[in-house]
């Protein structure tokens, strides 16, 4: 368990007296050196080299404690490390930054609440300095400048060409469609062939049918685009052209603004890729996911190989203590022989060790057969268990987890508005449609 310092950083005592610490003297100066040339406190904790106290790791509070600390400026007990010059500016640069405010405008505000990175999905951050940027650090950072007068400007011209040009959001989609997937095809056939060959009772063949009825269902899709369109058009109708930003008008028509690093960092002819609803989009992926899991034999075939390994080593870790204990005996055993080879031990005088030796390697002997044998029984009977569950199970994902998402695919590409591609993570790609 750490313990927290009782004199402070920079400082040790020696026969009794406080005095400086070299190795922390050059840490202290380098924090407060490195603040005022415009670092972060946190940029400062991960640089650190000189651990803060045993066990402890810098943090940005302990670089704030540091630059505070006026014993840093000489006391009866401390010598003085900082000039009252710099502590003073330091301190001051401090107390400026903590008090000064990002003031955000309400329409900047709903915009940033609206906006995010196409790359990775993360909402934009806007700085003090009024640019914009993704600070996801899985993230590649934006190539130029984006200030707020060239996102606000970007969106008034939209929502300015839909008002004037009302047919822009003209959208006909069919209410409902039913799409059929391999999984429909194989009920059919199973159930037209147990019609024919007579395989299967009248009540078997109806719960089938049932089964097959509920998988079509599920695969009916209903779009509410028609009702969005009327939408849409009843709230810009009556509008005329924009001066300044509309914030009730931007959050009635607009769901999310998808910023597209490739298109804004070399222009339209660098990225092709069309304007796509989340919600679609999402559906498809969670149709390519559904598909992945249930149509692959790979999959089953590598989960079966996992449970084998994952069983096989359940009792590894006892079974290679006791070979290693083995080991050792076998080598203690030598030594004494040893000893007694050399004349550095009389004949008689380790029969005890030799004795005590004997006794545990016998037991372990036979705990190790055990183990072995019971890892085996165990193992196989549960394998079988593991594997038969594996292949009567289904796995459907019924709405979009981002978490899962992110853990088992590769990518997701727009090939166009009608559909995706959706690669996992090993090198499987499912193409799945985009069903508004």
Excluded at 149 to 169: F, K, Y
Excluded at 231 to 257: A, H, P, V, Y
Excluded at 349 to 367: G, N, T
Aim: proline letters at 2%.
């Amino acid at each position: 368990m750490s313990k927290n310092r009782r004199i402070p950083f920079g400082y040790m005592m020696q026969n009794g007296i406080i005095t400086t610490n070299p190795a922390e003297v050059l840490a202290v100066l380098t924090i407060f050196s490195e603040y005022m040339a415009g670092k972060s406190f946190l940029s400062i904790a991960i640089n650190m080299k000189v651990p803060y106290s045993e066990n402890k790791i810098w943090n940005k509070n302990m670089v704030k404690r540091v630059l505070e600390n006026e014993k840093y400026l000489g006391t009866d007990v401390y010598p003085q490390l900082i000039s009252e010059d710099v502590f003073r500016k330091v301190n001051e640069r401090k107390s400026a930054k903590a008090t000064s405010l990002c003031i955000i405008p309400d329409e900047l505000r709903e915009i940033r609440n609206l906006t995010v990175c196409k790359e990775c999905g993360k909402r934009l951050f806007r700085t003090k300095a009024e640019l914009w940027d993704c600070r996801n650090h899985e993230c590649r950072p934006f190539l130029f400048k984006m200030t707020d007068e060239m996102l606000t400007g970007a969106i008034l011209n939209i929502l300015n060409t839909v008002i004037a040009n009302s047919m822009l959001i003209e959208a006909e989609a069919a209410v409902s469609e039913y799409i059929s997937t391999s999984e429909i095809h194989c009920k059919q056939s199973e159930i037209d062939r147990a019609i024919d060959n007579g395989t299967k009772t009248a009540e078997e063949i109806r719960n089938d049918i049932l089964r097959l009825a509920e998988l079509k269902y599920k695969h009916c899709t209903y779009s509410d685009v028609n009702q969005k369109t009327e939408l849409l058009k009843s709230l810009i109708d009556s509008r005329n052209q924009l001066n300044t930003l509309d914030i009730g008008l931007l959050r009635s028509c607009i769901k999310r603004i998808w910023r597209c690093i490739n298109r804004l960092e070399h222009g339209p002819k660098y990225c092709k890729s069309p304007t796509i609803d989340e919600e679609p989009l999402h559906n498809a992926i969670v149709r390519a996911i559904n598909e992945f899991y249930n149509c692959s034999d790979d999959v089953a075939n590598i989960l079966k190989s996992a449970a084998d390994a994952v069983l096989s080593g359940s009792n590894d870790n006892e079974i290679k203590q006791i070979e290693q204990r083995l080991k050792d005996i076998d080598q203690a055993r030598n030594d004494f022989v040893n000893l007694i080879a050399t004349g550095a031990c009389a004949p008689n005088s380790l029969d005890d060790e030799f004795a005590r030796l004997y006794s545990e390697e016998e037991k372990l002997s036979q705990k190790l057969l055990s183990l072995k044998a019971q890892a085996n029984t165990e193992s196989n009977g549960l394998s079988d268990e593991i594997k038969a569950d594996i292949d009567n199970s289904s796995f459907e994902l019924r709405q979009y987890d981002d978490v899962l998402v992110r853990k088992i695919v590769e990518c997701v590409k727009i090939l166009n508005k009608e559909e995706i591609s959706v690669t996992f993570k090993g090198g499987y790609e499912i193409k799945s449609e985009l069903l508004t």
